[in-house]
């Protein structure tokens, strides 16, 4: 039977909403809609286009061994961490050191990792709906309990008030995402500090820290001159997750860190422990080459500009036809509204035009839908008549 064959913890997860509906999207129904000729596919932050050669050459070059222990165990190599902690110092006003980086494979694990560090069994994980799709599943895998609260609606901003009342004695992460997949949102610093403020009280309330953990992988896509912050910069007790799969477009190649900013108290007791659960949950550390990769690919530009034009093409454009669509600050997403309440509905009725876009389900969100702006240029042009026709046929 069922239940003797898998666990309960096993089954649990595969039904998480919304990783669930997602699961059986991308196993069954993606690969055959995308393999159709003609198929304009806005669904997944994937590379539409070769990898630029100076990926490539990256990785040959540092694919050749320069020593016998080139490919031997590897835990964060150092030269990586320089290079990322220099980068990471660019990005964030806080004077990150190459000891305060811990090398992942990928943004997935530095969350995992992240919470695992922080919080025992039974502890509670709040996030803002939307959410990520793989938020509730990571939460629920390291045991803890995901408390969801929404946005304010009009901007796309957390809801603080919301995130105040959703604190219990149990709750020991809030979960931040800026720039936000799927809204776009930068939030602003002033908004960050307040966050801080109320999570201060909160913590002294219950006699007990609470960790924010921010998930950042796109905190180099920004546009309109708009400036980043980080919670890492007004909350010491912040964790920051990045992922290299979203500037690099190679979200195949997994390498990402979980970075503990200096301010934070005691941080040198967390590097030993860092270390441990990342070889304790399957040696989480990225493959050689890409940590002896990792000085070059970031010397590597990502085209913010070109992103920037795919945004204010597909907005003006979507927004002419009649589509209820903000201008995003940062990501590579937009976040229209569904015509018709039923998102699910029109996902599928764009299916028929051959686009392929991803439904409000996978965010929780009903009567949205996600775009992705990693297609081509010409992708998202060709795309526009046939949003137009789908708009036509249910108006």
């Known amino acids: 039977m069922a239940d003797e064959t898998i666990s309960r913890r096993a089954a649990d997860l595969a039904r998480s909403t919304p990783f669930d509906h997602l699961l059986g999207f991308f196993a069954h129904v993606y690969p055959e809609r995308r393999a159709r000729p003609g198929v304009l596919d806005l669904t997944f932050g994937n590379p539409h286009d070769p990898a630029p050669a100076a990926y490539v050459e990256a990785l040959r070059a540092s694919a050749v061994p320069r020593d016998e222990h080139w490919f031997g165990y590897k835990v964060s190599e150092p030269a990586a961490r320089a290079a990322a902690a220099d980068a990471l110092r660019g990005v964030v006003g806080v004077a990150f050191e190459p000891d305060d980086v811990h090398l992942t494979t990928g943004g997935f694990t530095a969350l995992a990792l992240a919470l695992k560090l922080v ?87 219950t006699g007990r820290r609470i960790f924010v953990v921010s998930d ?36 195949g190649q997994r390498i990402g860190y979980l970075a503990v900013p200096p301010t934070l108290p005691g941080r040198e007791e967390l590097r030993p422990a860092i270390e441990a659960l990342q070889i304790a949950i399957g040696y989480a550390f990225p493959n050689a080459v890409l940590q002896h990769a990792l000085p070059l690919l970031e010397r590597i530009p990502f085209d913010v500009a070109l992103y920037e034009r795919k945004r204010d093409l597909m907005v003006s454009g979507l927004r002419e036809i009649g589509y209820d669509v903000h201008s995003p600050e940062g990501t590579f997403y937009l976040f229209p509204r569904s015509p018709v309440p039923d998102d699910r509905a029109f996902e599928s009725l764009l299916a028929e035009h051959d686009v392929l876009v991803l439904g409000g389900k996978y965010f929780e969100t009903p009567g949205r839908f996600r775009i992705s702006l990693t297609a081509s240029l010409e992708t998202l042009e060709a795309s526009l008549p046939r949003f137009a026709a789908a708009w036509a046929s249910v108006r």
């Open 119 to 205: 919080a025992d069994p039974g502890d509670e994980v709040v996030f803002s709906i939307p959410p990520w799709f793989a938020y509730e599943v990571i939460v629920r895998e390291a045991g803890l309990v995901p408390v969801k609260v929404p946005i304010v609606p009009e901007t796309f901003d957390l809801d603080l008030d919301a995130i105040a009342g959703a604190i219990t004695p149990r709750t020991r992460v809030v979960l931040v995402n800026t720039p936000n997949n799927p809204t776009g949102r930068v939030y602003p610093v002033e908004q960050l500090r307040r966050l801080a403020a109320l999570l201060d009280e909160a913590s002294a309330r």
């Open 216 to 251: 950042e992988p796109y905190h180099r896509i920004v546009y309109d001159g708009t400036t980043f912050h980080s919670p890492t910069e007004v909350y010491p007790w912040s964790l920051l997750a990045y992922s290299y799969g979203k500037t690099l477009l190679a979200p």
